[in-house]
């Protein structure tokens, strides 16, 4: 995705918000279904689950938080923390991807709707502008791309860290 560095506030961090979108999925694009769930770490993070969390986020900002809908009303989990990585043996890695695609659309949609500074209020953090979910969105996709990176260099290179491959 080529970056787009002029233009206004908006389209800036819509853009950017997009590009740390794809940047995520493209960490497990091509794992097969065990790759996408090997864990790494003591957390619950696993590749797959890294996209689960990511739609996640993206129905609490912008369904609950920015459009208003009760969490029921949500297209999905709404549950923060560690069982937004939570994944069922049932879903695939592309059911994942697709279920956070949908959520990113819908969050466009939204948004669509809104402008930079429209206020609505989240139950524990309080006010917040469309501005500031993007800047959150942007920072925490482009930390779990991080992550995604780092887990599919793992899965992919297993001998570098001494590990049998």
């Known amino acids: ?31 097969s279904e065990a790759e996408a769930r090997r864990r790494f770490v003591a957390s619950l993070t696993t590749p797959i689950g890294l996209v689960k969390h990511a739609a ?7 369904q609950h938080v920015l459009a208003g809908l009760p ?10 923390g560690d069982a937004s990585f939570m994944v069922d ?17 819908r969050s466009r949609v939204i948004a669509a709707e809104l402008d930079l500074d429209d206020i609505r209020t989240h139950p524990r953090v309080g006010d917040v502008s469309l501005r500031f979910v993007y800047l959150l969105a942007i920072e925490d996709f482009a ?8 887990l599919r260099e793992q899965i992919e290179h297993p001998a570098a860290l001494g590990r049998p491959q």
């Open 143 to 150: 930390r779990h791309a991080g992550h995604g990176d780092i």
């Open 71 to 80: 969490e029921s009303e949500c297209d999905g989990g709404t549950t923060p």
């Open 56 to 62: 996640v986020a993206e129905r609490i900002w912008f």
């Open 89 to 105: 043996d049932n879903e695939s890695l592309s059911d994942v991807i697709s279920e956070f695609e949908r959520a990113a659309e």
């Open 1 to 31: 995705m080529p970056p787009i560095t002029t233009g206004t506030e908006r389209r800036l961090l819509e853009s950017m918000l997009d590009r740390n979108r794809a940047e995520l999925v493209s960490t497990v694009r091509g794992l």
